[in-house]
């Protein structure tokens, strides 16, 4: 089936409890299937592309990663650690894939969750229409949001990124009073980490008022599952960011007056 405008089921490809990295206190992630955009570091490269269920091969062996869930399974699922939850602080947050890609079905979830009392969390590239944005945001308590490339040319070619979208679905995250914002940056070697993309970044944000963002430093977690799905994982030789190298960002942004926290993983 095509994606399900009513919002009453979803496309995922995996949920993940007791994580500590996505939000406030203990949570269960939600991955949702399908992303704009095609970022060559992409930790999970199988929820690229439309919201379609997509097979790869692991060990020789075809499997279907995605599929299609009710809003009452999912809430099954969240519901099993809520005593975690009342504890931390703690909640559902919807990952991926870019999860506002099914904009009907992630509020729906949100808002589900929001009526049992969990806190809610997305992480999100921005990537999707703004009127698509403005339904789901009201109902998140804590917007993890990716500044990646900031030259239009640059983001359009290597990630297929528009910019000016970006930052209006940016701006109107911060201008919802419901929803706190954390900008996160991942550092991303020969891409996002060039000083002058830096400088656009603490431009951006200062522009807005910000002094506080994420950094999250380049990992190569998701190598294997680029050869599941076929595709050439061309990050394979681009060396971890040093320890310094780390530091002089952080140093940086501190120089600029922000707050760079060394963040968990993208
Ligand atoms: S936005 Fe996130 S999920 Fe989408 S391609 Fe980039 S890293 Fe992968």
């Avoid at 894939?97 to 969990?118: T, W």
């Avoid at 999707?128 to 239009?152: G, Q, R, S, W």
Wanted: glycine letters at 8%; one cysteine or more.
């Amino acid at each position: 089936m095509a994606r399900d405008r009513s919002g009453k089921k979803g496309l995922i490809f995996n949920i993940q409890r007791y994580s500590i990295h996505d939000g406030p206190g203990i949570r269960t992630i939600v991955f949702f299937q399908g992303c704009p955009l095609r970022c060559p570091w992409c930790a999970n490269p199988e929820s690229q592309g439309p919201v379609a269920p997509l097979t790869w091969v692991k060990n020789g062996k075809k499997e279907t990663i995605s599929r299609w869930v009710t809003v009452d399974e999912v809430m099954n699922e969240v519901r099993k650690d809520e005593i975690f939850y009342s504890s931390s602080g703690g909640g559902l947050t919807l990952s991926g894939g870019e999860c506002l890609m099914q904009p009907e079905f992630a509020r729906n979830l949100l808002k589900a969750a929001k009526d049992e009392g969990y806190t809610t969390a997305i992480e999100t590239a921005g990537g999707i229409a703004n009127h698509h944005f403005k339904k789901v945001i009201p109902y998140v308590d804590e917007t993890l949001y990716d500044l990646k490339i900031m030259n239009p040319l640059r983001a359009r070619a290597v990630i297929g990124e528009n910019v000016d979208l970006i930052k209006q679905n940016f701006e109107t995250a911060l201008a919802e009073p419901n929803t706190h914002v954390t900008p996160r940056v991942p550092l991303i070697p020969g891409y996002t980490t060039l000083p002058r993309n830096l400088e656009q970044i603490a431009d951006y944000v200062l522009e807005l008022g910000i002094s506080e963002i994420h950094i999250l430093p380049f990992h190569q977690f998701g190598m294997q599952k680029w050869n599941y799905i076929g595709q050439e994982y061309t990050m394979r030789n681009t060396p971890l960011l040093t320890n310094d190298e780390v530091n002089n960002i952080h140093h940086y942004f501190a120089m600029r007056g922000i707050d760079a926290i060394i963040s968990g993983l993208e």
